[in-house]
């Protein structure tokens, strides 16, 4: 089982990135799945969670109406839209997904993380 996280990199404040969470070993139509990103010195935080059914969509107000979160079942890869980036908003991104939970928004609730990608936003 792996998650295999890309599309990072350096964009302007105001700039767009989308990250791909690409599943090998499991089908990633089923588990739940969530985004989250850790800064230097700070904790992890979701960022955007989605639930097995597709019908909960957690997404913090500190990135709400800017990330969406979304998942292709026919390329098994989940996404991570983020529009109006912020200088806050750099950190490393990683994909988890669970399968002993319906839905979380907390890292311990997630089986399997990607390797991180690297976001930076400056000008």
């Known amino acids: 089982v792996q998650l295999q996280a890309s599309g990072g990199g350096l964009v302007q404040p105001g700039g767009s990135l989308r990250l791909s969470c690409a599943a090998s070993g499991f089908t990633l139509n089923r588990p739940a799945i969530g985004w989250f990103r850790q800064a230097p010195g700070q904790e992890r935080e979701a960022v955007a969670c989605?639930?097995?059914?597709?019908?909960?969509?957690y997404v913090p107000d500190f990135v709400k109406g800017r990330f969406t979160i979304s998942r292709d079942n026919a390329k098994n890869t989940a996404y991570l839209q983020m529009n109006h980036l912020e200088p806050e908003d750099t950190a490393v991104y990683y994909c988890?997904?669970?399968?002993?939970?319906?839905?979380?928004?907390?890292?311990?609730?997630?089986?399997?993380w990607g390797q991180g990608t690297q976001v930076t936003v400056s000008s």
């Open positions: 989605l639930s097995t059914n597709n019908e909960i969509t």
């Open positions: 988890a997904a669970s399968e002993r939970f319906p839905y979380g928004s907390t890292g311990p609730n997630y089986d399997y």
